[in-house]
């Protein structure tokens, strides 16, 4: 079992930046992939971001590419996705989720956190 919450969410100007943060339990944060999804109101659950078990590989959604830095670090049980030159059509909920695979795909992904809002004003 892995519990997941997320953290960081929050109103943001556009151009302006904003890093998410998701705090895992247990001692086998290590051995998931992690992702990031956002979904924004009336529009499908869509990928942003996943990132190795071991953090040293890592794909980003062609939306969010060059802009969206996913990272890990896991001695403290932590995923974050550092958020760059924010646009209005960022504005979203975003959730983190852990899987046994290295994947984009959400029905890949086990455990699932209750999401952070992201809203980017013009």
């Known amino acids: 079992q892995v519990q997941l919450v997320e953290s960081g969410g929050g109103l943001v100007q556009a151009g302006g930046s904003l890093r998410l943060s998701c705090a895992a339990s247990?001692?086998?944060?290590?051995?998931?992939?992690m992702g990031w999804f956002r979904q924004a109101p009336g529009k499908e659950r869509e990928f942003v971001a996943c990132?190795?078990?071991?953090?040293?590989?890592?794909y980003y959604a062609d939306s969010v590419k060059g802009r969206f830095t996913i990272s890990r670090d896991n001695a403290k049980n932590m995923v974050y996705l550092q958020m760059n030159s924010l646009k209005p059509e960022d504005t979203a909920v975003y959730s983190c989720?852990?899987?046994?695979?290295?994947?984009?795909?959400?029905?890949?992904?086990?455990?699932w956190g209750q999401g952070t809002q992201v809203t980017v004003s013009s």
């Open positions: 247990g001692r086998t944060f290590s051995s998931y992939a």
């Open positions: 989720a852990a899987s046994i695979s290295f994947a984009s795909d959400y029905d890949r992904y086990d455990y």
């Open positions: 990132i190795r078990r071991n953090g040293n590989s890592k």
